[in-house]
């Protein structure tokens, strides 16, 4: 199936996509957010979900317009796996350095949830600690960058570090977390300064860049409302990339997890890709290994 979402003048074509195997021991219901959002992106051909065993799935569109399938496997040994062809802009992630800061009175509507605390980004809490550090800072592009540099500059990358409980408040005390901590710090700032601001995470390819040594993952990032439109930032790359595919926008990671599970479902590996269309197909190449990426379990 191919879906043309408009006629862009100049593309860059990807190979996206995932596979987790898991041990059930019960029936266990999931819920996947894996696929593009046809909003971000040019064209889709896709493969769609697949399980084994196969199982009946069932797609729907959540309260912020991500697309998720939900379905139940298991017990036993089981396999889910995302694969699809995209089409996304060929240019880096827009900047514009005079792009103003929006008063809240002034703010679209629309705008007003993302300025608001939530489970992982307690802007409630660390809304002093963001005004002392960036309240000098120029307010619009630049103070946005600020938090953006602050993060990336004071917070480690390291695997494992932190867990499904771990908040914004948590990553400003210990200095260490992963890409979705990153993200999540950020934006915490970011509302604790009345600037809208929300998670967003995807696949991002090696473009323009060099390859990092550890497997590809899922990637994390955020936008920020500044001028009169959504900018892209990212905490924990801290520059501008090509390739972006958006999966999904929310208040945090709750909203957003790429994998929910109702009930245990141990991860034996995962693997990602994204990758320009032209390299060896991903299905036969590096071993899977286990990600940074926890499903949500309620």
Known sequence: MRIVIDAPTSVRRLRVGCEFLHDLEWPVTFVLQAEPRRDAVHAVSSAGVETWPPADLHEYTDMYGNTCQRFVLGPGSVRIRYEAEVEVDAGADDVDETAAHVAVADLPDSTLHFTLASRYCESDRLGNTAWRLFGGVTPGWQRVQAVIDWVHNNVTFRHGSSGTSTGATDIYLQREGVCRDFAHLAVAFLRGLNVPARYCFGYLPDIDVPPPDEPMDFVAWLEAYIGDRWYTFDPRNNTRRTGRVL??????????????????????????????????????????????FPGNQP
């Open 247 to 292: 999966i999904g926008r929310g208040r945090d990671a709750l909203d957003i997890a790429m994998m929910t599970h109702y009930g245990g479902a141990p991860l034996r590996s995962m693997r990602v890709v994204a990758e320009p269309i032209d390299v060896t197909p991903w299905s036969s190449a590096v071993p899977p290994v286990v990600g940074e």
